[in-house]
């Protein structure tokens, strides 16, 4: 019988989903079969579309985490069911079809999340005592999510109590009380004093997760939906968020003052003045960056004044055409809700990231009995990077600060608490287009390379540096300004534990400044690197495959040692096999003498590891063909860490497993500097940044601890 857990709240509006969206995240990456679970209910019209789908957690859960059931099984009755039966008179018929549906799926899975009513029925004055009965009647513990946006210590306390209590008396075990949407400010002070108290009643679990506003915030394309409107221009920034809505009936003197992050102006589509206004402020670093404009009226805009709009360069703003007349518009904007759809793959990231980042998840873990994975799956080695790098929070410069994707992955990291960031370029440019992408970068420290303090002293330290290849003074002073530079001399001299850069630069942009300033670790004489290749059903280390191009005996031993031990740092035991064309004693040739070599002196160089080669990829992964290949070996079939002959190998062979295995690559990690520096793949995704700086901050720890 699959284990479960009865995740409900206690009110409206308390952002349950989150919370289950979180667990159901924590419990895919220690191998679960997982499976979710709606009690009642609640069909939903998605936006955009004249189609419904039987609920919206249900369907979020579904594709997310892409279960393999249809989603009529995740249900156990609809709210019109429900409201039907309890009218006749039949409650004993709805907590029958619940409990048979919940059984019907449980015996699919290993664990069931089951999310509770949402108290928006006709019913819900009794939903509180529904969610205790279900509870009860399916056999689960407990995870109350208690909305603590009131900020009051005291009466959070208490609507917690009462709900726990009423969950006790009838014999259902709380394992947690999550406090959600807690104002940041007081955060700290609203912690202090319920944490404790709700431990000491008997909670495993207590947790204050802060509200994030964006989450709440309508998004311009749930606005257009909601109106039946049309865009007109600036589709591709639909994703902007709405926080407040402000009639433009004024002159635009009076306007400018109430623009603000996050503002819809509306104003009839005539006031081609207020329309120029708001595309004129996003060129501007004086003013905030709104969110959009929903023009009014009967008739179509001005040709000229389209044409115009059409032609202007730069960033956009979304621009609805509203079918409404303004005070109807208005008043429709008022009651459009932020939805958590799976479409909406940003905000998804951001719930987890808040859970990940303010939930003790492997107390949680404990709480409700889910064992620890024997292997290392994907998903829980990324899960890892961020909290391995949460542990010692290091500082990472980027120095392509005003990169898209960089501002997203710097939101991201500081959201999730992984790293302290300093981002390289004109600060105006980089908060402007963070604006206007909706990336919070607030906490990150903007340092521009060609306005410091510090620039006399990195050309003076550049010059001593290279001035044997000639390099003047003054041509030092002109190469520091050179981002990637400017952030390794950052790294060198404390300013920064680390450094990531290439999503626009080459990858000898980024690394020839390493090389010349923070140079190789005593004792290693070489630079290389690892692949982590995230399979399916495990993490494996490929070396070296972006920076040798034919390593000598000597240089390949150096590779495969330090490919063991960083294996080793990020939790992945070592087994190395160093790969030929040939396996054992069975082919002869200078390639594979130069690779029996390498093992010899690998050996030497790491007596403890578990090492052996030359070994054909087959015979290294695959148990059956090791055994008859290679019987006695003790890497055959096991091997974790993979080290490549040469850069055309391996370069290939981490390519043709990326694409053909559908695996993750996360990497070149660089291996052997002094300090650590990595380097992104100009088509980087954002969570490859992530990734990467992860990464970097956990290197970064070893030289401290080194």
């Known amino acids: 019988m699959a284990n479960s857990l009865y995740v409900t709240g206690v009110e409206a509006h308390n952002g349950k989903v989150l919370v289950s969206l979180g667990i159901l995240s924590m419990l895919e990456r220690s191998g ?84 509770g009513t949402d108290y928006l029925s006709a019913t819900s004055a009794v939903e509180t005592e529904l969610n205790i009965e279900l509870a009860r009647d399916l056999g689960t513990p407990v995870a109350l999510v208690v909305d603590g946006s009131c900020n009051d210590a005291e009466a959070i306390h208490s609507r917690t109590m009462i709900a726990v209590d009423g969950f006790r008396e009838k014999g259902c075990e709380v394992v947690a009380a999550l406090l959600n949407k807690v104002d940041r400010n007081p955060l700290e002070l609203i912690a202090g004093r319920l944490v404790q108290r709700l431990r000491s009643a008997g909670i495993p679990v207590v947790a204050t997760i802060p509200e994030l506003p964006a989450l709440g915030m309508p998004r311009m394309d749930e606005v257009a939906a909601h109106l039946g409107g049309h865009v007109l221009y600036g589709r591709e920034y639909l994703h902007n968020k709405v926080g407040r809505i402000i009639v433009a009936s004024g002159s635009v003197e009076t306007m400018i003052p109430l623009l603000a992050d996050n503002v819809l102006l509306v104003t009839h589509l005539d006031r081609h003045d207020a329309i120029f206004m708001a595309m004129l402020s996003l060129l501007s670093h004086a003013t905030p960056n709104i969110a959009g404009m929903v023009l009014s009226g009967e008739q179509e805009l001005s040709a000229p004044v389209a044409q115009l709009l059409e032609g202007l360069p730069g960033p956009r703003i979304p621009i609805v055409r509203s079918p409404k007349l303004t005070y109807e518009t208005t008043l429709a904007l008022t009651q459009v809700k932020a939805a958590l759809i799976p479409e909406y793959k940003r905000e998804v990231e951001m719930a987890r990231q808040l859970f990940e980042s303010h939930v003790d998840t492997e107390a949680l873990r404990k709480a409700i009995h889910v064992s620890t994975p024997k292997a290392v799956t994907p998903k829980m080695f990324k899960y890892g990077l961020v909290k391995q790098a949460r542990v010692l929070k290091q500082k990472i410069v980027m120095p392509e600060g005003d990169d898209p994707r960089i501002l997203r992955a710097a939101d991201a990291l500081l959201r999730l608490q992984a790293v302290d960031l300093v981002l390289l370029g004109n600060p105006e440019d980089i908060r402007t287009k963070a604006g ?271």
């Open 32 to 115: 679960q079969k997982v499976g979710f679970f709606r009690p009642v209910a609640r069909p939903f019209r998605l936006p955009g579309s004249d189609h419904d789908v039987i609920d919206r957690d249900a369907y979020l859960m579904h594709e997310v985490f892409d279960l393999p059931f249809d989603m009529s099984e995740m249900v156990g009755v609809t709210s019109k069911e429900a409201e039907s039966l309890a009218a006749s008179g039949k409650q004993g018929a709805v907590a029958e079809t619940i409990l048979e549906a919940y059984k019907r799926l449980q015996d699919k899975v290993d664990f069931v999340v089951v999310q």
């Open 436 to 706: 206007q992408l909706g990336a919070d970068i607030g906490s990150a420290e903007v340092v521009n390379p060609q306005d410091t303090p510090w620039a006399e002293e990195f050309a003076s330290m550049y010059h001593d540096m290279r001035k044997h290849k000639g390099m003047t003074l003054e041509a030092a002073r002109e190469a520091i300004l050179d981002p990637p530079l400017f952030g390794v001399l950052m790294v060198q001299t404390g300013r920064a534990d680390g450094m990531v850069a290439g999503a626009r630069t080459s990858t000898a942009a980024t690394i020839r400044p390493a090389f010349q300033v923070i140079k190789t670790k005593p004792g290693c004489s070489l630079v290389s690197s690892v692949f982590f290749m995230c399979l399916e059903d495990r993490v494996l280390v490929y070396g070296d495959c972006a920076v040798n191009p034919d390593p000598t005996a000597q240089e390949l031993a150096e590779i495969a040692v330090t490919s063991a031990e960083t294996a080793r740092a990020f939790g992945i035991e070592p087994i190395v096999a160093l790969l030929s064309y040939s396996t054992g004693t069975s082919g002869a040739g200078q390639d594979v003498d130069k690779v029996r070599e390498a093992v010899r002196i690998a050996r030497q160089l790491g007596p403890n590891l578990v090492l052996e080669g030359p070994l054909q990829y087959d015979a290294a992964v695959d148990a059956g063909v090791a055994k008859t290949k290679l019987p006695d070996s003790k890497v055959g079939g096991r091997a974790t860490v993979f080290v490549f002959p040469d850069l055309n190998t391996g370069n290939n062979t981490y390519k043709a497993v990326q694409r053909s295995a559908h695996a993750i690559a996360i990497g070149p990690v660089l291996q052997g500097l002094n300090k650590p520096v990595n380097d992104l793949s100009r088509g980087c995704l954002v969570e490859d940044i992530i990734n990467t700086v992860a990464i970097t901050a956990i290197q970064a720890q070893a030289c401290r601890s080194a």
